[in-house]
């Protein structure tokens, strides 16, 4: 779906006068900008639970692989699943 909508807006886009296309072109800009503000990284809750948990390895905390915490979290689905 998504490169079919690309080529009809790639398509629409062809078709629109200078003015026309700075409008769409800022819309595009403001969708952007409004994406930015909800990114992780601009959450200062977000960044401090990052920096404790980034403390908290470099003190020696208990680390888990990769591995383990995708079979923790199977086992919590599961359970909820009641499987």
Known sequence: MSQVL????????????EKQKKA????IQAF????????PWN???FI???DRRQ????????MI???EAS???????????GV
Request: proline share 0%; glycine share 6%.
């Open 6 to 17: 690309d080529k009809k807006l790639h398509a629409g886009i062809d078709k629109l006068n």
């Open 24 to 27: 769409v072109y800022d819309i």
């Open 32 to 39: 952007a900008a409004e994406e930015m503000d909800h990114a």
């Open 43 to 45: 959450d200062e809750h």
């Open 48 to 50: 401090a639970e990052m």
């Open 55 to 62: 403390d908290n390895y470099k003190n020696g905390g208990k």
């Open 65 to 67: 692989s990769a591995e």
């Open 71 to 81: 079979k923790l979290t199977r086992d919590l689905i599961n359970k909820r699943k």
